[in-house]
C-alpha cells in the first residue's frame, strides 16, 4: 500500500466502473456521476444540480491520479487520529476535480455546493491540502471581489427550477405567503379552489414547486435495507399512525389530456399519491374497490374458464383417447370448438357487464358513467371516504399545464372539480393563464355568449369567478432584480451577494417579529432605503410573508370594513375583498410598489367586479380622468354601457371613500403582476 495516496471509497471504485475508466470523460461527468450516487451531498440538493459539460476530457483513473496530488494523507490521518488509510471519498473527488477544473468551479460555487461540500467535510480543507491544492485553492478569495464574465455564456435549460436556492426572482417569498394562507381553510366543509395565473414563460411551475417545498413534510435520506424492511412489517402489523403532514398530489394535466374522463386520472394520480399514508387495511379497501370496479371479469371469467376445463374439456378428451379411434377423437375435436366458443362468449359476456371504471382502462370510465346508477354520486362517495380516510392529513392538489389544454378538456376538469370533488375538504390550486381558461369556456359555450351579459366580464371570467375562490397573479419582477438575474444568466459570480442574502434574511425575521399590522410592517419596509439591497430585499420577503399570518388577515379585514359598500351585494364579496387584498399587498411589496391601502384596496375591487375593465384602464390611465362621462368612442363597445354604471363610478371616483382611483395606481397595477 502506498501511504502516499488515499485509498478509494468504494462509491468512488463503482463510478470509476460505471465510467468505464478507460474511456476520457469531462470532469463535469465525472461529478455528475458521483452525485447521482450520492444525493445527500451538498445539503441534499446534489441530487437535484445540473452542470454544465466541460471541455477538458481525460480518463477517470487520470482525473484520480491528478486529484490525489491535491491532498495529503498523513494530514487526513493526523487530524482524524487514526492509523487507518486515509481515504479519498465523494465529496474530495469533487472538491479536487472543481479545483482542478475552473469552470466547474464556477458553476458549483454560483449555486453554493461548492462551499457546501466544504463545510460538510470532517476536516478543514486548508488543512488537508498539498502546497498545489491550496495554490488551487486560494484564487477563489479574489472571484468574490472582482467578479467577472466567463468567456463563453452556456445554454439555459428552460425547466421549471426545483429548489429554493436557485431562486433569484423572489418566487419563494410568494410561494411562502400561499402556503401561510392555505392553512385555515382545512377547516371548510367544501374544497377551497385557488387560482394562479399569470402568462406563459411567468413562472407559474416554479411557484408551484416551491409551494409543494413548503408544504411537505421534507423526505427522509436513504435507509438501509434492514431498517425498510422493519418498517415494512409494522406497517403490516400495526395501525398506520395519521399525520397532520400536508399531502401535496402534482397533476400534469396536459400529459393526461388524452385520457377522458379528465376525473378518472386525477383520482387515479391522488390515490397512487396517498396510499403510503393508508395502513393495510384501509389500502386493501381502496384496490378491493378499484378490482371490482374495473378487473372482476378477469376474476370471474378466470373461474367459469376453469370449471368448463374441469368438468367438459378434460374429461371429453380423455374420452376421446381411451377409445373410439379417430372419429372419437374427430368428435371431440368438434365438441371442443363449440367449447371455447362458448367460454368467448361467456368471457365477452362478463366483460361487457363488469367494465365499470376507469381502473381498467379509459373505456371502461366511459361506461362506468353511461352504465351506472347515479355515477356522479358514486365517484363522490369514493373519492370523500379517501379523503376521509387521510385525517386528519390535509391534501392539496397543484394542477400545472391546464393553459396548454384543448377547451373540453378544460372545462370538463374544473366542472369535474367543482362536482364531483367538490365536498371534500382538499385544496386544489391551478396555475394556468387566466385569458386561456376564459377562451376555452367561451368557446365550449358560445351558444350562450349572446343570452349571458354582464358589462365588464367576459362569459369566460363569470365561469371562473364561481370556480375559484381565491384568484392571484403571478408577482411582477423589479428592476433591480431583473438586473441581477441577467448577471446571474451571463454567469457572473454572484457568491458573495448569496451570502449576504441569507444573512439579511435572517436579520429580517427578526425585525419583523414584533410586527402586529399591515401599516407597521409597511412602514419598516418603506424606512428600509438606506439598507443595502440584500437587507431592502429579505425584509420584502419576509414582509410579504408575514402578511399571511392570521392575526394580520384579521387587522385586514377590520381596516376594509369602510369599502364594503362597494362591493356586490352577496355574501362573497367581503372575503373576496380580503383574500384578493392580501394577495395584491404582497405582490406590491415583492414587486416594490408603494401603494396606499386605499388605492389598493379601490383596485382590487375594479379587477374583482370588472376584469376587463380593470385591464383596459391599465392600458390606458389617462381616460381615467373621464370617468362617468358618456359616448366616450374611444372605449371599447362593450365597456361603454358600463362606464357610466353608478357602481364603477363610485369605485373610480370614491365619493363615499373619499379617495379616488389614481392613473399612478393604474400604472402601478402592471408592476405588481407579471
Not at 435507509?223 to 400495526?238: D, G, M, N, V
Request: proline share 6%.
Amino acid at each position: 500500500m502506498n501511504n502516499n495516496r488515499l485509498e478509494l471509497s468504494s462509491s468512488v471504485r463503482q463510478v470509476m466502473a460505471d465510467l468505464k475508466s478507460e474511456e476520457p470523460v469531462s470532469a463535469a461527468t465525472f461529478v455528475q456521476a458521483i452525485f447521482k450516487l450520492h444525493g445527500e451531498y451538498a445539503e441534499q440538493r446534489a441530487g437535484s444540480l445540473h452542470i454544465e459539460g466541460t471541455s477538458l476530457r481525460r480518463k477517470s483513473s487520470e482525473w484520480l491520479d491528478d486529484v490525489q496530488t491535491l491532498f495529503d494523507p498523513e494530514r487526513v490521518r493526523s487530524l482524524n487520529r487514526t492509523d487507518k488509510p486515509a481515504v479519498l471519498h465523494g465529496r474530495l473527488v469533487v472538491i479536487g476535480l472543481s479545483l482542478l477544473e475552473k469552470r466547474l468551479r464556477e458553476q458549483l460555487e454560483h449555486v453554493g455546493a461548492f462551499s457546501a461540500l466544504v463545510k460538510e467535510l470532517h476536516e478543514p480543507l486548508p488543512e488537508i491540502l498539498t502546497k498545489r491544492g491550496r495554490d488551487l485553492y486560494a484564487p477563489s478569495t479574489d472571484a468574490k471581489k472582482s467578479p467577472d464574465l466567463l468567456d463563453t455564456v452556456p445554454p439555459w435549460s428552460d425547466d421549471p427550477l426545483l429548489q429554493p436556492d436557485q431562486d433569484l426572482l423572489g418566487r419563494v417569498a410568494f410561494a411562502r405567503f400561499l402556503a401561510r394562507r392555505i392553512p385555515p381553510i382545512e377547516q371548510e366543509p367544501y374544497a377551497y379552489c385557488i387560482h394562479l395565473y399569470g402568462p406563459w414563460g411567468a413562472g407559474k411551475s416554479t411557484l408551484l414547486n416551491f409551494l409543494r417545498l413548503q408544504l411537505e413534510r421534507p423526505k427522509e435520506p436513504p435507509q438501509p435495507f434492514l431498517t425498510k424492511a422493519r418498517k415494512l412489517l409494522r406497517s403490516i402489523f400495526r395501525r398506520k399512525k395519521k399525520t397532520a403532514d400536508w399531502l401535496v398530489v402534482e397533476f400534469n394535466a396536459w400529459r393526461h389530456q388524452q385520457i377522458r374522463p379528465p376525473w378518472w386520472s386525477l383520482l387515479e394520480r391522488i390515490f397512487q399519491e396517498a396510499k403510503s399514508r393508508l395502513s393495510l387495511r384501509e389500502r386493501f379497501l381502496e384496490y378491493w374497490w378499484r378490482f371490482n370496479s374495473g378487473r372482476l371479469q378477469y376474476f370471474l371469467g378466470a373461474i367459469v374458464l376453469a370449471w368448463l376445463l374441469a368438468l367438459v374439456v378434460f374429461p371429453l378428451l380423455r374420452s376421446g383417447a381411451t377409445g373410439g379411434g379417430l372419429k372419437a377423437f374427430a368428435d371431440g375435436a368438434e365438441n371442443v370448438s363449440k367449447i371455447l366458443a362458448l367460454i368467448a362468449t361467456v368471457w365477452g359476456g362478463i366483460f361487457a357487464v363488469n367494465r365499470s371504471l376507469l381502473f381498467g382502462s379509459a373505456q371502461a370510465a366511459q361506461n362506468y358513467t353511461e352504465l351506472t346508477h347515479d355515477p356522479t354520486n358514486q365517484i363522490k362517495r369514493r373519492f370523500n371516504t379517501l379523503i376521509r380516510r387521510l385525517k386528519p392529513g390535509r391534501v392539496v392538489i397543484l394542477i400545472d399545464d391546464l393553459d396548454r389544454c384543448q377547451s373540453l378538456y378544460v372545462v370538463d376538469l374544473l366542472e369535474g372539480i367543482q362536482t364531483l370533488f367538490r365536498e371534500a375538504p382538499v385544496v386544489f390550486v391551478v396555475a394556468a393563464d387566466r385569458n386561456w381558461l376564459n377562451a376555452c369556456y367561451e368557446e365550449v359555450y358560445e351558444k350562450l355568449e349572446p343570452r349571458i351579459h354582464e358589462p365588464g366580464k367576459s362569459l369566460g371570467a363569470l365561469f371562473l369567478e364561481k370556480a375559484f375562490r381565491f384568484s392571484t397573479p403571478m408577482p411582477g419582477i423589479p428592476e433591480e432584480l431583473k438586473k441581477h438575474y441577467w448577471l446571474h444568466l451571463l454567469r457572473v459570480t454572484e457568491a458573495q451577494r448569496k451570502t449576504d442574502l441569507t444573512e439579511a434574511r435572517t436579520k429580517a425575521k427578526d425585525l419583523l417579529t414584533n410586527a402586529q399590522s399591515e401599516s407597521e410592517i409597511r412602514r419598516l419596509v418603506e424606512t428600509s432605503g438606506q439598507r443595502s439591497f440584500p437587507e431592502q430585499r429579505a425584509l420584502r420577503e419576509e414582509a410579504a410573508v408575514k402578511l399571511a399570518a392570521p392575526e394580520i388577515i384579521e387587522r385586514i379585514e377590520h381596516t376594509l370594513k369602510p369599502y364594503a359598500t362597494l362591493l356586490e351585494p352577496n355574501p362573497r364579496g367581503m372575503k373576496l375583498l380580503v383574500n384578493g387584498y392580501s394577495a395584491n399587498r404582497a405582490l406590491a411589496i415583492l414587486a416594490e410598489v408603494e401603494i396606499e391601502l386605499d388605492q389598493l384596496a379601490l383596485w382590487t375591487i375594479l379587477n374583482s367586479r370588472w376584469p376587463q375593465l380593470a385591464d383596459y384602464l391599465s392600458d390606458h390611465p389617462d381616460i381615467l380622468e373621464k370617468a362617468g362621462q358618456e359616448g366616450l368612442k374611444e372605449l371599447p363597445v362593450g365597456l361603454q354601457e358600463l362606464w357610466k354604471d353608478p357602481g364603477v363610478v363610485e369605485v373610480l371616483t370614491g365619493n363615499s371613500t373619499r379617495a379616488a382611483l389614481t392613473k399612478k395606481t393604474l400604472r402601478q397595477s402592471v408592476q405588481m403582476r407579471a
